[in-house]
Every structure is written in C-alpha cells, then in structure tokens.
C-alpha cells in the first residue's frame, strides 16, 4: 500500500526531472522514493510552462508493479508553484 510518506517522497523527487536544476534528471528506469519506486516512462521536462511529470510504480520483488501507478507533476507558475500526486488504480 502506498502511503502518505511515500506520495510526499514522490512529489519532491519530481524537482529532479528538471534538466535545469539537476546534472542528471531522472530518466525512465530510475529509482524515487529512497529507492522504493521507479519511473515506468520518460519523465516531463516541459520547458515553456515549467511543468515537471513522472509516472512511477512501486518496486515489489524486484519489480514495478504497474498495478499501482502514482503520476506525481510540479508546474511552477510566476509567484506560486504547484506539487501533487495522484495513484492510478
């Protein structure tokens, strides 16, 4: 089950799909969330609104397991930002 701690690691880790603010983004294959998830496509790193996306999915036995998809995005606007998850069932 996922819980609140994990859509809170999810949703800070999204920052790092932001070419402009890490040396190496996340890409697809890599590991969030102290390692307990990975992003199952290629991230979003949409320069001309700002928004940053990944899907992820939690690592069980080894494994994505797709059966438990969280999208988690960050789009920053002028004077505010904004950073949420959302699971797919």
Do not use: H, W
């Not at 089950?1 to 790092?16: F, G, L, P, Q, S």
């Amino acid at each position: 089950m996922i819980t609140e701690k994990n859509y809170n690691d999810i949703a800070n880790d999204v920052y790092a799909v932001d070419s402009g603010k890490t040396k190496n983004p996340y890409q697809k294959g890599d590991k969030v969330a102290n390692n307990q998830f990975q992003v199952i496509t290629d991230p979003v790193d949409n320069l001309d609104n700002g928004m940053q996306a990944m899907a992820v999915a939690p690592i069980v036995d080894g494994e994505p397991d797709t059966s438990q998809i969280v999208i988690a995005y960050a789009r920053v606007y002028f004077l505010s930002a904004t950073r949420l998850c959302y699971t797919i069932r």
